[in-house]
């Protein structure tokens, strides 16, 4: 287990999450069925922590892997922060594991792998970086949306998004958070549980 503190976390999705990852699942043709042992240890860990039976079940297809790519991105003044801000990734080395349904789609992930995220604030210069390594599950509840459950991970919640908006958590204990495509190839997050200690960067960086 990593240490939990500013200073390290773990992660199941980066800030510009795993949309395009998931679309491009949708068209992947099935992998051979995977053997009921084919998880490790902390997989079926997070599972389990994700709420999820800890191993595999029947009818399944998969792992079918791939390497998501966080992309620099900037978040405008009042969208997720007060303030305009610029985020880049020095460190990025996703795995994502998939397994579909008989027609190809994803009904399961679990994502893993070293990942660190630098933020400015361009309003002050002023620079952090986190560690959001770590492992955890992405569930896909229907077409439209997907789930992203585990420890120690981050998530930008903007002016629209609801319970919580305006701002932008690293969880270092649980979070959940569904997030559902809107008309015109936007996002909506619901934050569904959070758990434990946590920071929000809006404040840090302020």
Not at 18 to 46: F, G, K, M, N
Not at 135 to 143: K, L
Not at 150 to 178: C, E, L, Q
Request: with cysteine.
């Amino acid at each position: 287990m990593a240490a939990r503190g500013p200073g390290r976390t773990r992660r199941i999705g980066g800030a510009a999450l795993v949309a395009a990852a998931a679309a491009a699942l949708l068209t992947a043709p099935p992998a051979a069925a995977a053997p009921r042992d084919a998880l490790t240890p902390a997989e079926a860990a997070a599972l389990a922590d994700a709420g999820l039976p800890a191993s595999l079940p029947q009818g399944l297809h998969g792992p079918i892997v791939t390497h998501p790519v966080e992309q620099p991105f900037d978040y405008p003044a009042g969208e997720v922060c007060a303030f305009p801000s610029h985020s880049t990734f020095p460190v990025d080395d996703l795995t994502q594991k998939t397994w579909v349904d008989d027609a190809g789609n994803p009904v399961f992930a679990l994502e893993s792998g070293p990942l660190v995220m630098r933020t400015t604030n361009l309003a002050t210069g002023e620079t952090i970086e986190r560690d959001v390594s770590g492992s955890g599950v992405v569930t896909y509840p229907d077409a439209n949306s997907f789930v992203l459950s585990g420890d120690d991970w981050v998530a930008g919640f903007h002016t629209g998004d609801r319970p919580v908006h305006n701002r932008w958590i690293v969880a270092y204990g649980f979070m959940s958070v569904k997030v559902a495509t809107t008309p015109g190839g936007g996002s909506s997050r619901t934050l569904l549980a959070l758990r434990g200690p946590h920071e929000d960067l809006c404040a840090t960086l302020a």
